[in-house]
């Protein structure tokens, strides 16, 4: 696994994803499919690939493409789910200022990012901020409405 990282971080992609394959299928083997730490390993490999596509997308399409922010937002929702809260933060939180400034703030994909920031507050505690990012301006009926619900205070 920290090889992986390593390898990883130097942009040597191949080594990187064989390493964290080794790590999974051997994590499987010994401790079994459900094992927190095999569990780790799948988010790992998950990480990788969705920051490949991201990569790739960035390159290809542009940073601010639809499709690029939607890779990046899933990297973010991997992040979140391996409890590494800051970085899916920092990540749902620049693609929802993207598609805020070029998609508008009325946007499906900006609403649900952020729905996304805002689940991601709401559920570390922050519900001053998770209640302040639901809080848009409804097409329908031209009033201020929730996009979805937050925990009560």
């Known amino acids: ?4 990282g390593v390898w990883e971080s130097k942009g040597e992609y191949d080594k990187a994803a064989k390493a964290y394959s080794e790590v999974l299928a051997v994590r499987e083997r010994v401790l079994g499919v459900e094992h927190p730490s095999t569990l ?4 790992n490999k998950a990480a990788k690939a969705y920051s ?8 290809v399409l542009g940073v601010e493409h639809p499709s690029t922010l939607t ?7 991997v992040w979140e789910s391996k ?11 620049e693609v929802l200022a993207v598609q805020e400034r070029v998609l508008g703030d009325e946007h499906p994909d900006t609403l649900m990012s952020k729905h996304n920031v805002a689940a991601l507050w ?6 001053d901020k998770a209640a302040k990012a639901r809080t848009v301006k409804c097409w329908l009926c031209e009033s201020e409405c929730w996009v979805s619900s937050i925990r009560p205070l």
Do not use: I, P, Q, W
Request: hydrophobic content about 30%; overall charge positive; proline content about 0%.
């Open 1 to 4: 696994g920290n090889l992986a």
């Open 40 to 43: 780790t390993s799948k988010g």
């Open 52 to 59: 490949d596509v991201l990569a790739v997308r960035g390159r």
């Open 71 to 77: 890779s990046k937002g899933n990297l973010a929702g």
């Open 83 to 93: 409890g590494e809260y800051d970085k899916a933060a920092k990540a749902y939180s």
């Open 122 to 127: 709401n559920s570390n505690g922050e519900y």
